[in-house]
Each structure stands twice: as structure tokens, then as C-alpha cells.
């Protein structure tokens, strides 16, 4: 998927930046942004055509006159989510529309077009359901890269989510929209390849990142595909929260298009998906609201989520790790030591050990045998002192299974798939890995899904650094443990490869603790379970 030569060859390299109104011309609009304390901000500046429902992104329009880029672009789509047992902020998206493709540029303030500065592209988070390119401040990263002497320019474009962005089944597959999303975030990465030298980016030092939803996305990213050359589009990866995880096809999204189909009186339409197109928008929405969600019975096993479909995803991606079939460049990848706290909420009504057992069989292991889900249920153990959060003894047992569904859904998900991956990867290419403990004093959560965030996106007022200047080393240089420059001199604790072995043989994790601790462990934690169960992953994904 390329842009049209022409874009390549009229791409502006000017820049200018006044006290109020840096401008920047590209080759299809010039667009005036902000100044920003330091940075110069383009915000809501359009890297694709308004987007017809379930269709490919397409180039921009060329657009006349000075665009205004002083506010982000509304968020794309956002899916209704169930209300948990405990209370969670959602955050409120404002406004929404299907016209969302839009990225937002964060650069140091009046850089030379000719600077070639390092580029790092942010994919939110969000279960694919939810979430939007402003959800995180980038702003403070860029910063602390200028007062690091390593500046680096930060790109957070926006994707389609929940049905629009993930429709699934055979008409979809037959028509090529299959994962709109992952899509989407591919046409934004070329914007950046085409583009990013206006802004004094270098596209050539692309890292991708993300947290969540968006951590899966960079290494979906990662993966062999028939779309483009990873290493034409980044050259290396950080992942907070979100590894390979296992997907079924797009073939077994169809009773779930079937089911939109039905609630939008398609049925007797001789072309559904375009009898779905024509669907008002608040309608449609309505039918999707209605469709299970991350905060429903199923909870991670959600429906609207990347599936294979031979294109951009060729393989089960437990099956491209295993086969070697990803690109080998550096990354770092991490998780919060309870990842499957947030996500247990919705399950709250299994209370038995008989109840655990059906519920981990039906929902995530159907075709595991009796012997194996007993074999599972035993390395989860009815025992609130091994679950999750970890480490708390009987306290937060919320319910009688809460702690053990946790424990075993943050594997299933997260920490699992992370040890997988670099099991493999770390023989083919350096990578990094941590774990996070902090906020472990969180009732009922612990050190829970997200909140690690502060330590890569520390909030203005911080004064922790350990975290995101290792991620501006890695984006300027790809090791954490490495500046460009020799004016980053906060680093106190060296960070070793996942593979370095400890004392007791185990993988090194860089473990931050509260409070403020940072230190070298063993990633020695629940060895046979973890192994156990990517066992039968894999084996599933393998037919």
C-alpha cells in the first residue's frame, strides 16, 4: 500500500515556526499548528480521505487555503462498554465521528527540516473498542527529550475501533476490508514515511509503540504480512501491555456479522455489507452497543479484535512467533505484575472451583480436553494466596474465584504471550523486558492493568525519570541503556537484555517498585503454568 508518487516527490521540507503559528506545507494542504511551551503541535491534520464505512483508507484530498491543525480531530467510533462491579473511569472521547483519520504531530519547537530527528508513532490503546489518539500526553515525553538532548518528534494518529474498524466474516473477506483498523494504522505509518521529513523527522528512525490494544497493535505490526516491509515502516518496537496474543479468523467473525445483519433489517438485502453502509450512523451505533464488549460475561475474549485473514495477518500470530515469521528489530515490552485484575470484574457471579472450570474451557480453551483444563486448573489453583493481585496473601479477595480468574486471564492475555514472544525473539534480535509493581497497594486491583502508564508518560510535575528516559534513549538509539548524547545522565540502574541471566538462571525484568524503586529480578514467576498453557495456545492456533 503506497502513496501516489507524486505525494513523494511534492512533500514540502519547510517549516516555520513564529511565537503563535508554526506552518508546514505538505503536498496536499498547508496547515498552521501551535506553539506549545517547546513544542510546535499539529493537531487533527487528516493522513487519509474521510473514511466510507467498511472501506480501505485512501490518500487525503488535496485540501486549499492554510488549515487550521490547534485542535484534535474527533474520535472515531466509540463502543458502549458494560458497567464493572467497581467503579472505572471511561474517558469521555467528546466528539465522534466515522470522518476520524487524523494523526497529531508533537515536535521540539522551530527545528530545522534538515535535523532528522527520531520519530515515535503511539498507538492507543482500548481493547479495539475504545480510545482515541489524545488519550495519553505525549507532550511531557518530547520535553524531557529536549532537556535530555535527545529530542524526538511523537506522531498519535487515530484508528477505527470496535465493528467499524474489525467487522469480520465471509463478505468482509471477500470484499478485502478485512481489519480496518490494523489498516488504518499501516496508512498512517506510510503518512509518517512520506511525510515526516517536513517536520524535521527522520523516517528512516521510526520506533512503533503502545499501551493495551495499542502494544498488540505493534506487534501485530511485528508479524509476517502480505501489506509491507516492517522494516520499511519502523525500526523498532516498545509494548506496554500487549504482546501476540492468540486470534481465531476472520471466517469465525461470521455469526457476529450475521447478528448486525439481522438488527439492521439487512437480512433480505442481495448485498448486506452495503445494505450495512447505508445504515444511519446512530442506528448502527445502537446495534453495536448491544453486542458483548472487554467488560461483558466474555471479557477478553472479545469480539470486534484482529482476526487472520491471510493478508494482514497470514498467520495465528502465536504460529509466526513460533515459526520466526516477525521482523528483527530491538523491542521493549513490558506489564503491570496484575494484568488481570481490571478485566475479572465482569466475572464476578463465578464463585466455585466447578464454575472456574467451565467458564476458563468455554470461553477461552473449547477445544482443550478434559485432562488439560484439569491440568489448568490445577496450576491456577483455588488458592487466594497464588492469585492475583500477586503477592497479597488472602487480601482482596473480592470473590471466592476473583483472584484465580485474574491470575490466569492476565497469562492468557498479557504476561503469558510476553514471555512467548521474547522466548523467541531474544535469539533472533535484542529485547527488553520489565515488569511493574507499583500501585500494588491498590484494593482489589493491585498493580493493575495501565497503571504503569506514569512511568514511560510521567505527568509535567514529575521528578521519576527512570522509566521514560530509558524509553528516549531507546527511541533515539535502540537500547535503553543508551543516549544519544552524553547529557542523559539520570540512568541509574543498567537494564539487561531479557535473556542475561540472574543469579538463578531465570531472564532479567527491570522491576520498578514502589516507591520509586527500580531494580534487576528473575522472570522466575509462574514457569510451568505459563508454559503450560501457551502449550495448548499454540496448539489451537495450529489446528
Known sequence: MMFPLILVLSTSLAITASATSPTISLSYGTFRGAVDGNLSTFLGVPFAKPAVRFSLPQPPTLLHGVQNA??????????????????????????????????????????????????????????????NAPDTDVRPVVERSIATGEPVIIVTPNYRLSAFGFLAGKEVGDEGITNLGVRDQIF??????????????????????????GAISAALLLLDNKQFEPSALFRGAFMLSGSPVTTGSVADGQPHYDKLILANNCTGSSDTLECLRRVPFDSFMATVNHTTNLFSFSSLQNIWRPRVDGDVLVHNPLVSVSKGLYAKVPFMTGDADDEGTLFSLSNTNITTDEEFVGYIHSNYLPQSTPAQIAQIAKLYPDDPTQGSPFGTGLENQFTPQFKRIAAFQGDYVFTGTRRFFLEHASKTQNTWSWLSKREKSTPVLGASHGSDLDIWFPPANSTDFAGVDALINFINTLDPNHSGTKANASQTVFWPKWNTPTLDGSPSLL???????????????????????????????SG
Open 70 to 131: 490547534t485542535a484534535f480531530g474527533p474520535a472515531c467510533p466509540q463502543q458502549a462498554l458494560s458497567p464493572l462491579a467497581l467503579p472505572f473511569a471511561i474517558p469521555d472521547e467528546g466528539i465522534v465521528s466515522e470522518d476520524c483519520l487524523k494523526l497529531n504531530v508533537f515536535a521540539p519547537r522551530e527545528i530545522s527540516p534538515d535535523a532528522k530527528l527520531p520519530v515515535f508513532v503511539w498507538i492507543y490503546g482500548g481493547g479495539f473498542e475504545i480510545g
Open 188 to 213: 498512517a505509518l506510510e503518512w509518517v514515511r512520506e511525510h515526516m521529513g517536513a517536520f524535521g523527522g527522520d523516517p528512516t528512525r521510526v520506533v512503533i509503540g503502545g499501551p493495551s490494544a
Open 511 to 541: 522491576t520498578f517498585s514502589d516507591p520509586g524503586v527500580v531494580n534487576v529480578t528473575s522472570e522466575n514467576f509462574r514457569v510451568d503454568a505459563i508454559q503450560f498453557l501457551l502449550g495448548l495456545l499454540l496448539e489451537e492456533a
